[in-house]
C-alpha cells in the first residue's frame, strides 16, 4: 500500500471516530497522526516542524490562560449585568446579554463565553420567572457567530490566520478591501433581527439587578496588550510564523505570575489543568493527519473535482461552498473540516481563476456560522444544552432546530452575500 493511500485511510477513520467518540477526539487525532508517522506516511521532521503550525497552538493555547483569567476577574460578569439595569423590558434585557456574548467572544473562546454569561443569564431567569432555555441558547449562538470576526476569536479563524499568513489587521482591511470582520458583523446584525422576532414575547418590564464588583483588572490590561500587539504584529513577523503565538505565550506567562504571587484566588496547577488540553492535542494530531493528506495528492484531485462542476461560473462554486460547509458544520467538528478544505479551497481559486480571499472568506462563513445549526454543531451549543440540563432542562434536537435553523440561514446568507459583493470583482 503507498503511503498517499495509508494518508487517506487514516485521515478517513480518523474522521469517522471523531463522529462516533466526539469525546476522545484528542485521542483520535494524536492515535491517527502518530499512525501515519510509524507507517511512514510522513516523517517526524515532516510533522513535527512543516505540518503542526505551533504559532497557532500557541495562541489558542495562551488565550485559554488569558480568557479563564478575564473570567475570574469579575469583569464580564459587570459588564452583563449593567447591560440588564439599563434595558426596560425583558426582551431588551435578553438582547443585551446576546450582544455582550458576542461582543466577548470577538476576543475570548466561545466556551468561556458562555460558562461566564450562563450564570448571568440564568439568575435573570429565575428572578423575571421565566424559561432560560431560548436565552441560553441564543447566547451560544451569538457567540458562534462573532467568533469568527477576529483573528484570535475562535480556532477556525486562528487556522485560516495561519495558512494565509494573515495578521490581526488582515481580518478588518485585507489588500486594500472590507475583510472577514465587516462580513461577519452584518450577518450578525442580521441575526439580531431574527432574534428580537424569536423573542417577541418577552415584553414585560424588568426590574433592577444588584451589579457584582470587580475583583482585578490585570486581566483586562492583559487582553488589552495581547489585542494591540496582534494589531502591530504586521511589522514584525508578516508571514505569521512566531511572532502571535510567543506574545500570547508571553502573557499568558505574566497572568500566571499575578496569579499565583498578586491575586492568589487559587493554585495555578488548578488551573492549568482546568484549561481546554482536550482541544490543544486535538489540534495538534489533525494538523499532521491533515498534512498527510495534503501532501499525499488527493486534494488536488477534489479540488479538480469542485473546480469541474463549477465549470467557469464563480457564483456556482462560491455557493457550493457555503451550502456545504455549513451543512456539514452543523454535524462534524469545523476544526479538521477547515483544515481539509483550507488547500482544497486555494486550488479550486487557482484553478478557476478567482481572487483566493472570495473563497476562502466563504468557506470561513459557512463553517463557522453553520455550527449554529444543530446542538452538536459547535462545542458551545453543547455545553448550553449540559447547563440547562443540570438546571432541568431537557432541550430536544427539534426545539433546537426551530432557533438553530433560522439564526443559521439568515447570519450565513447575509455573511456570504457581503463576501460576494466585496470580493467577487477583485
Wanted: net charge positive; aromatic share 10%.
Amino acid at each position: 500500500m503507498t503511503t498517499a493511500w495509508i494518508s487517506l485511510i487514516t485521515f478517513l477513520v480518523c474522521y469517522v471516530l471523531l463522529v462516533v467518540f466526539p469525546r476522545r477526539r484528542s485521542v483520535v487525532a494524536c492515535a491517527c497522526a502518530l499512525l501515519v508517522v510509524v507507517t511512514g506516511a510522513v516523517g517526524w521532521h515532516e510533522a513535527l516542524v512543516e505540518h503542526i503550525n505551533w504559532n497557532v497552538v500557541a495562541l489558542f493555547f495562551g488565550t485559554l490562560v488569558l480568557a479563564d483569567l478575564f473570567m475570574m476577574s469579575r469583569v464580564p460578569a459587570v459588564l452583563a449585568e449593567r447591560f440588564v439595569n439599563v434595558t426596560g423590558t425583558v426582551r431588551g434585557a435578553m438582547l443585551a446579554l446576546c450582544f455582550l456574548s458576542g461582543l466577548i467572544s470577538i476576543f475570548v473562546e466561545n466556551v468561556a463565553v458562555v460558562l461566564l454569561v450562563a450564570p448571568v443569564a440564568l439568575s435573570m431567569a429565575r428572578k423575571l420567572k421565566i424559561s432560560p432555555v431560548r436565552l441560553l441558547l441564543l447566547i451560544a449562538m451569538c457567540s458562534n457567530i462573532q467568533g469568527t470576526a477576529t483573528m484570535i476569536g475562535d480556532p477556525p479563524s486562528m487556522i485560516l490566520a495561519g495558512f494565509m499568513r494573515m495578521q490581526f489587521n488582515d481580518f478588518f482591511v485585507y489588500q486594500g478591501r472590507l475583510s472577514i470582520f465587516f462580513a461577519v458583523e452584518a450577518g450578525a446584525l442580521a441575526a439580531g433581527v431574527v432574534m428580537y422576532f424569536l423573542l417577541r414575547r418577552y415584553r414585560q418590564a424588568t426590574g433592577e439587578v444588584q451589579a457584582e464588583t470587580v475583583r482585578a483588572w490585570m486581566p483586562s490590561v492583559l487582553l488589552t496588550l495581547l489585542v494591540t500587539g496582534l494589531a502591530l504584529a504586521s511589522s514584525v513577523d508578516p508571514e505569521f510564523r512566531w511572532f502571535a503565538g510567543a506574545l500570547t505565550l508571553i502573557l499568558a506567562a505574566a497572568g500566571l505570575v499575578w496569579y499565583r504571587w498578586v491575586s492568589r484566588w487559587g493554585s495555578v496547577r488548578t488551573l492549568v489543568r482546568s484549561l481546554d488540553w482536550d482541544t490543544t492535542f486535538f489540534l495538534i494530531g489533525i494538523f499532521v493527519v491533515v498534512g498527510a493528506v495534503s501532501t499525499s495528492g488527493w486534494l488536488d484531485r477534489v479540488a479538480a473535482g469542485i473546480a469541474s462542476m463549477a465549470g467557469s461560473r464563480i457564483w456556482v462554486a462560491f455557493v457550493l461552498l457555503v451550502l456545504v460547509s455549513m451543512v456539514l458544520s452543523g454535524f462534524v467538528d469545523n476544526v479538521p473540516f477547515l483544515l481539509v478544505m483550507l488547500p482544497v479551497v486555494q486550488k479550486v481559486a487557482v484553478q478557476m481563476g478567482v481572487p483566493v480571499p472570495l473563497l476562502m472568506f466563504g468557506l470561513l462563513a459557512g463553517t463557522c456560522m453553520g455550527g449554529n445549526l444543530t446542538p452538536i454543531g459547535a462545542s458551545a451549543n453543547v455545553v448550553t444544552l449540559g447547563i440547562l440540563r443540570r438546571e432541568g432542562h431537557v432541550v430536544s434536537f427539534r426545539e433546537y432546530l426551530r432557533i438553530g435553523i433560522p439564526v443559521t440561514l439568515v447570519s450565513t446568507a447575509v455573511t456570504a452575500g457581503f463576501v460576494w459583493w466585496i470580493w467577487h470583482t477583485a
